[in-house]
């Protein structure tokens, strides 16, 4: 199978062109938000803008969620598409679908920047920021099964020439997802740090917690992600390694878990250990 990836930002208009885009590069298979589509047709995932929060459907999008991406791939190997065409944000989501996915590198990476003009794009942006109107290359009838009520203005499905139906190249329908109509949503540092204040501070070989903090990675504006650093004061007695690296993991998990943050790093400082008299 040969891959390739449509990449920009949020709200710029790549669902809008997914079908133009596979058809000009010969992809009969697309993954979109969460869902691969076939020849027209949802085959397998549960789409991001079912969710009703952003940060549900960021974790989604990129197959994290437990089972996800285990439907998904089992799809691909019944389906088996020749060249498949990926959606993402930025060249890291794509490659890290592509990896969960099970699927080949990604030999070519096409950007909307170059076949979408800046009116194009800022367009696209205002009906998905201030009207919350999201695209997926998919016939309506093709839709309605998966997003019963969601489905705003939808495009004329089929057109008829002669006596026959057949698909207009390009057709799509338009969803408005639930969390679209929440507002922004915005986890401030103190609340990462909180969680690792009362993770950290509970265990028992933990004498005292020390400063904390919260590291954003970007990359041209785009969030990538946290690494989070703190210090500590051990008890002295136990085994550092294994708990520094138990403490590690737990902490990578709640984050994750409970804000949708992807997190890169968690480095532990142990400053001293704390001797009983």
């Known amino acids: 199978m040969d891959v390739i990836a449509l990449v920009g930002p949020s709200g710029t208009g790549k669902s809008h062109r997914a079908l133009l885009v596979a058809h000009q590069h010969n992809a009969d298979a697309i993954i979109d ?4 589509i076939k020849d027209g047709k ?3 995932g549960q789409s991001a803008k079912h969710e009703k929060s952003r940060i549900m459907a960021v974790r989604r999008a990129i197959f994290v969620l437990p089972g996800h991406a285990e439907e998904v791939r089992t799809a691909i190997q019944e389906v088996a598409p020749q060249r498949m065409l990926i959606l993402g944000t930025s060249e890291n989501m794509v490659h890290r679908i592509a990896r969960i996915l ?3 590198p990604v030999r070519h990476i096409i950007r909307i920047e170059d076949i979408a003009s800046k009116a194009e794009m800022a367009k696209a942006a205002f009906f998905r920021l201030k009207q919350g109107k999201h695209i997926i290359p998919v016939p309506t009838i093709e839709l309605k099964p998966h ?5 705003i203005d939808p495009l004329q499905t089929f057109f008829r020439k002669s006596t026959k139906r057949r698909r207009r190249l390009g057709e799509k329908s338009i969803v408005r997802p639930v ?3 929440y507002g922004k949503l915005v986890i401030d540092d103190s609340a990462v740090r909180a969680i690792v204040q009362r993770l950290i501070g509970e265990k028992d070989f933990v004498s005292k917690v020390g400063h904390i903090r919260v590291h954003h990675l970007t990359d041209e504006g785009e969030d990538r992600g946290i690494e989070v650093t703190c210090e500590v004061v051990l008890h002295y007695g136990k085994h550092i390694p294994t708990l520094i690296h138990q403490t590690q993991r737990m902490i990578k998990e709640a984050i994750e878990y409970m804000t949708g943050m992807v997190v890169h790093e968690v480095n532990i400082m142990v400053k001293t250990l704390y001797v009983n008299a």
Request: cysteine-free; charged content about 10%; glycine content about 12%.
């Open 42 to 44: 949802i085959i397998a």
């Open 33 to 36: 938000d969460g869902i691969l």
């Open 147 to 151: 997003f019963s009520g969601y489905l």
């Open 179 to 181: 969390f679209s109509y």
């Open 102 to 104: 099970d699927l080949p």
